[in-house]
């Protein structure tokens, strides 16, 4: 692998992250190539040294994690801005500083919010789908009826009022197909399962 | 090695070389990967964590050679982060060397 394949990795690998950022991530590995070569190194040996590129993105991610439920945080623009730490403050407590880093506790407080909001939706889910169905295949019916609603207001107001009944009625159903598909989903993604 | 502890002791790697004097990426990485069987890759992310946490300051520093360098400054938090993260560290390599001679002994 050369200099440029490592920087092309890496910048797609970060692609989730604000422009900005990304530039002053791949800046700092330009910057170790730089001094690399000064130092009479190869890129495919500073490559070598630099690891897997993917496994280096991973860890820029996972780091922006614990800060993502306030997405607007605008990206760091100065190099000297301090941001609030993003480890949760945890002192002392030695197994678990070299051991398993624990997840932030609002993080696993959101988690199992979203556990129980899945689990919920789920169950609103048996309702919600049939009652969806219902509505979808409730102007069959209406067209059936329409020759006495016809009767009742005959000519184009009776045509027009068939129509917007069974448009309204599909309408209804089908947003509400969707709705729940993707609340599920939704809630899925963030929950723990 | 085991990745999370690697971590840990990047941390410290890190905090400690830069208690003796600043330094920029290159040379940090260089350092301890001489030392310590890891990807320099993984020091990057850490250096901006670190920042982040305030734990040191950047400026840039004209090269000899090239264009300008990143250095990385400790500060007060950093400092004492360091020392906090070595004491961890003595206890927990003491007690592991006492667990290693009890070994030996038996």
């Known amino acids: ?193 | 090695m085991n990745t999370q502890f690697k971590k840990g002791v990047l941390e410290l790697c890190v905090l400690s070389l830069l208690s003796r004097g600043d330094r920029y990426g290159y040379e940090l990485a260089d350092t301890i990967g001489k030392s310590i069987d890891v990807s320099e890759g993984s020091i990057y992310p850490l250096l901006k964590r670190l920042k982040n946490e305030g734990c040191f300051e950047v400026y840039l520093k004209e090269s000899a050679t090239g264009p300008a360098r990143k250095y990385y400054r400790l500060t007060q938090k950093g400092a004492d982060t360091q020392k906090q993260l070595a004491r961890e560290w003595k206890e927990f390599s003491n007690s592991v060397s006492g667990i290693l001679g009890g070994e030996q002994d038996e």
């Not at chain 1, 480890?87 to 979203?114: E, I, N, V």
């Open chain 1, 1 to 193: 692998m050369n200099k440029n394949e490592f920087l092309n990795e890496l910048e797609r690998s970060l692609a989730s992250l604000p422009a900005e950022e990304r530039r002053e991530i791949i800046n700092d590995f330009q910057e170790h190539f730089q001094a690399g070569a000064e130092n009479g190194k190869t890129e495919a040996q500073l490559c070598e040294e630099l690891g897997d590129p993917k496994s280096c993105a991973a860890q820029y991610l996972a780091e922006q994690r614990p800060v993502r439920p306030e997405a607007a945080t605008p990206p760091v623009q100065n190099a000297n801005v301090q941001r609030p730490p993003v480890r949760p403050a945890q002192p002392a407590a030695k197994q678990g500083y070299y051991g398993t880093r624990p997840l932030p506790a609002a993080d696993r407080r959101s988690d199992t919010a979203w556990s129980v909001a899945f689990i919920l939706l789920v169950l609103a889910a048996f309702v919600v789908y049939p009652t969806a169905c219902a509505f979808m295949l409730a102007p069959l019916p209406i067209i059936f009826l329409s020759s006495m609603i016809m009767q009742a207001a005959p000519g184009a107001l009776g045509i027009v009022f068939t129509v917007s009944i069974c448009t309204a009625f599909f309408t209804a159903g089908l947003l509400m197909l969707v709705l729940m598909s993707v609340l599920l989903k939704k809630s899925y993604k963030k929950s723990s399962f």
